[in-house]
């Protein structure tokens, strides 16, 4: 069965630190990746996603991820943090043979503190 | 472009009573997908309308039902409501084609008391 794990469910950084979100995966073959953020009250928003290709993926607001085919991961980086960072952030896979249907991690909180 | 839509934003239900959440999917998009997110957990799959047909179920009763209709928008209605129904409840859109990316809406707010 797929599985996605974060195994931070807390995160906490000083702004203009730098970040690392952690994502394992278990999967049948190379899933599609997804990075989502969600701000308190609000709906998902799509950060980056990983198809195939570079291993390096670059997204919106400042974020990238690398995919580590050996070691099932898809961590997500920031260079330097903002307070409007803060939000939960979650690691989801996928893949055409299973249909456009998603499996979430279970997120991890990122607090910035000024 | 307008993103996905979602209605209502919140609404409180009592156990046993039935619920309509409905979605109005992104321009251009052609399947709705509908997730459930608990309070401290990340969306849980329920299922995904494309043609108007069920397109791909997840881990959920009967009592979890959807329509999508000839304009891709969708309903989700659960029938005998329960406790732990109460969740965020986020529909998503995507091409039917292609590589899975979901749009998703600001989801509805269900509290079951």
């Known amino acids: 069965a797929q599985s996605v794990t974060q195994p931070d469910i807390h995160i906490t950084v000083s702004e203009g630190a730098s970040l690392e979100l952690r994502c394992n995966y278990s999967?049948?073959?190379?899933?599609?990746l997804f990075w989502y953020v969600q701000s308190p009250g609000q709906g998902l928003q799509l950060l980056l996603k990983?198809?195939?290709?570079?291993?390096l993926v670059q997204g919106i607001k400042g974020f990238e991820a690398e995919f580590k085919r050996s070691q099932s991961s898809f961590n997500l980086r920031k260079p330097s943090v903002h307070w409007s960072d803060a939000a939960e952030y979650f690691c989801a896979v996928g893949h055409m043979e299973y249909g456009n249907k998603l499996v979430f991690g279970a997120g991890t909180i990122l607090r910035v503190k000024s | 472009e307008t993103g996905v839509t979602q209605s209502p934003t919140h609404l409180i239900k009592t156990r046993g009573q039935q619920v309509t959440l409905r979605c109005s999917s992104q321009s251009g998009h052609n399947t709705v997908s509908w997730y459930q997110q608990a309070l401290g957990q990340g969306p849980q799959f329920i299922f995904q309308y494309y043609r108007e047909e069920e397109n791909g179920r997840g881990n959920f009763p009967p009592r979890f039902s959807g329509l999508q209709f000839p304009n891709y928008s969708s309903e989700l209605n659960v029938n005998a409501l329960e406790l732990d129904d109460s969740a965020l409840y986020l529909c998503?859109?995507?091409?039917?084609?292609?590589?899975?990316?979901?749009?998703f809406g600001a989801g509805s707010r269900l509290t079951v008391l």
């Open positions: 990983y198809f195939s290709g570079d291993t």
């Open positions: 999967y049948g073959a190379t899933p599609y």
């Open positions: 998503a859109s995507s091409f039917r084609t292609g590589a899975n990316v979901l749009t």
